[in-house]
């Protein structure tokens, strides 16, 4: 996250001012004497000591300044660490009142009662939590959360290799930007706050720019997609503001600054499956798109459909040149056990571990906190429909119709929607 940090908050300059035009490129900045410079680094915040506690050069700060000058407003930093992790170590989560200390207990399956029928004490609690947190944020989950992470950080470190594969995917990538361009189209409003779980290299930063939206936040476990997403929304320069989080989306508890409830849509392209992790991950997802999505919000996500997956792996047809599907796990004559396959598509994804998306389990875990089903359409439908519709951006994209291999892995996914009811619980 360090070499995030300099984007702390989000920057809004006012070109009238003298002062702030004679520091703003760095060349001009370099002019000056270094208090001049130093006084302007503390008027931004900015610290003027490095990492090793050594005074700043007039270069350095100079380079600073000017980032916070730059007329895209962006921040990034860890999302909510108040409520982040704030139950996984004793101390921290010592500073929560008992209430909250109570509810995670209660959802680690942790006893409220000693042996003698009593209440337990919070220091009970946390110590229990603790251990609870130690051994069941299990290797397992560590291990999954660093291999996906590392795959994706690898397709940002490797994208100029690999072109000749690329570019057999090149329709396709296009076709699912124009699908998922057709999906916003539909849900998203101008002026509205947008949370992007999974967000990636932050493909749909472009879309949310024409949306006009008023304000974005990318979360993504990948460090090098985030870093590469900022760089696109300094390249783009949208109007909204924009906030980059790395963090685990379906693990981690996330609540951002500003209020709760403050996202009028939140979406997960190509990456909700993920949450299927296990039972606890798919608890801690809906967690975040209850706490964080509006009433009258929608959550939408483009998913890959399990029974698809199933009949073409039965049939031994999970693949063609251009993907496959294999290594189901546990292949077993009771389909509801399968959990997990690995994906491999041309030029970028290569045997990651994902994870079937099972949807009555979201349905009702939604339901229950009156989240309900407003769509579900395969990809291949909303293609059709949307081509229909938009003529003309199928047409400025570029894109030509799909072939029969690129059809088979539009197939494969869908997308639901659902949204929050306006009513407040009674
Ligand atoms: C196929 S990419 C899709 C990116 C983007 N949503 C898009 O449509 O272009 C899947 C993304 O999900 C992210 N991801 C996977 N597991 C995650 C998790 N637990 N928390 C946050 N992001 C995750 C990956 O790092 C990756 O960037």
């Known amino acids: 996250m360090n070499s995030l940090k ?72 860890k999302c909510s660490p108040q409520i982040l992790k704030s139950f996984s170590n004793k101390p921290d989560c010592l500073k929560n009142l008992k ?38 944020e299990d290797v397992f989950k560590k291990i999954n959360r660093k291999h996906i992470a590392d795959h994706y950080d690898k397709i940002v470190l490797n994208q100029d290799l690999y072109t000749v594969e690329k570019d057999r995917t090149k329709n396709l990538r296009r076709i699912n930007n124009f699908i998922k361009a057709g999906i916003l189209m539909n849900y998203v409003n101008k002026n509205n706050v ?20 008023k304000k974005y936040v990318g979360v993504d476990v990948s460090e090098k997609s985030i870093q590469e997403a900022i760089s696109r929304v300094r390249y783009l320069k949208p109007s909204f503001v924009a906030q980059f989080c790395v963090n685990d ?47 009258g919000g929608f959550f939408i996500i483009t998913v890959p459909r399990k029974n698809v997956i ?6 031994h047809r999970a693949h063609n040149s251009l993907y496959s599907i294999t290594d ?36 009702e875990m939604l ?24 003529e003309n951006l199928f047409t400025q994209m570029k894109i030509n119709n799909p072939n029969a291999e690129e059809k088979e892995i539009i197939g494969l996914y ?7 009811s306006n009513f407040k619980r009674s």
Not at 194 to 213: E, F
Not at 266 to 292: C, G, K, P, R, W
Not at 310 to 315: E, T
Request: aromatic content about 10%; some cysteine.
């Open 6 to 77: 300099r984007f702390n908050s989000p920057v809004r300059i006012s070109s009238s001012s003298q002062i702030l035009k004679s520091f703003s490129n760095k060349s001009d900045c370099m002019k000056h004497l270094k208090p001049p410079v130093v006084e302007e680094a503390k008027r931004l915040g900015i610290l003027l000591k490095d990492d090793c506690r050594k005074n700043k050069t007039k270069d350095k700060l100079c380079d600073e300044i000017k980032e916070k000058y730059s007329p895209v407003r962006i921040s990034s930093r």
């Open 194 to 213: 947008v949370l992007d779980l999974g967000c990636g290299k932050g493909g749909d930063l472009r879309k949310y720019k024409s949306l006009k939206i």
């Open 414 to 420: 869908e997308v639901i929607v659902f949204r929050k």
């Open 367 to 390: 339901e229950k906190e009156k989240i309900y089903l407003e769509e579900r359409t395969p990809f291949v439908c909303l293609l059709k429909k949307y081509i229909r519709k938009h």
């Open 249 to 295: 989306a379906y693990n981690d508890k996330l609540l951002f600054s500003g209020a709760p409830n403050q996202f009028d849509v939140i979406t997960s392209q190509f990456s909700f499956h993920y949450a299927f992790f296990d039972e606890t991950s798919l608890e801690t997802s809906v967690f975040n798109i209850n706490t964080n999505l509006k009433p």
């Open 310 to 315: 199933i009949n073409r792996v039965l049939k």
């Open 328 to 363: 189901v796990n546990p292949k077993s004559n009771d389909i509801d056990s399968w959990k997990n396959y690995n994906f491999s598509l041309c030029g970028s994804i290569n045997k990651c571990t994902e994870y079937f998306v099972n949807f009555l389990k979201l349905k």
């Open 99 to 136: 209430p909250p200390v109570v509810e995670e207990a209660k959802r680690l399956g942790i006893s409220l009662k000693d042996d003698c029928g009593k209440n337990k004490t919070k220091d009970q609690l946390c110590d229990e939590i603790e251990n609870k947190i130690d051994k069941d």
